[in-house]
């Protein structure tokens, strides 16, 4: 297995890609390779600070970088050289199985879709995040891609999601939630409405009803659909409520301290230990990862890509979604 991964993406590159590469290769199974893709000089004069580079690390020479400024369309066209473009190329051409990327999330999402192209079935490719929970975290999608969404679209976001969280999580029958204004069926928008009448007659998906954004976070769904316009205010404010709480902990308790569980909540709040955010519904595995991973996050990461290719995940994907028809 060959997993790409873009060593110019985070705000700090190439140090965590390159940390969490190693990091990552010292769990693997043998038969796992990491190929850094990025800028050859730089990235070997970051490894040359941890010795020599394991058999199993490669690099593909890739002069160019996407900065925030580049429009994401124009990514492929502008810059064919990037890492991003080259990472995900690679795959494109079967010299990898995955590709992981801190880079620029809308040229990350727009090469893949150019290169690695929608999976038959799949109208809407989403991102899927992990959101913490106090108990498992769960799968919310759309978390940005599409910000208008017809129901249909937001059933193939429900086996999407269902087929990643079973494939890589391990959850036999994922539970599926509607996020909505109230828990009752005829609640919200005209779309969550009749989305919800689909779903309750989808084969193939254990919906459970609808779920109200205050009770995501006591746990007990796997999978939480909505379309990227409200995924994506949740998520961000998600984000800002976890920064906050573990800045206050951090000053207000001492760790030496604690008894345990603050290192706890640090762990259950901190995104690296879910590492990054899967683009599903295309032809391959690209995990998109936060401009400020640290080397866990970009291991974790390639600990997800890793599982993603061998529960064939993008396989499963495409059989699940055959059959969900699409108004465009």
Known sequence: MRIALDAMGTDRAPEPEVAGALEALRDFEPDVEVVLVGDEATIRAELAKHGDPPERLVIQHAPDRVTAADPPASVIRKKPDSSVVVGLKLQQAGEADAFVSAGSTGAVMATSLFTLRPLPGVDRPAV??????????????????????????????????????????????????????GEEPGKGSELVAETYDLLVAEPGINFVGNVEGRDIIGGGYDVVVCDGFVGNVLLKFYESVATLIVSRLRKGLDPAKADGDLEFVFRVLDYSETGGAPLLGVGGVSIICHGESTPSAIKNALVVAAQAVRTDMVKHSARDVQGVEVSS
């Open 128 to 181: 899927g995040t992990l959101l913490p929970t106090v108990g498992e975290p769960c799968l919310l999608i759309d978390s940005g891609a599409n910000v208008d969404c017809k129901p249909n679209h937001l059933i193939q976001f429900a086996h999407l999601g269902s087929t990643y969280v079973r494939d890589t999580l391990g959850r036999a029958n994922p539970s599926v939630a509607l996020l909505n204004i």
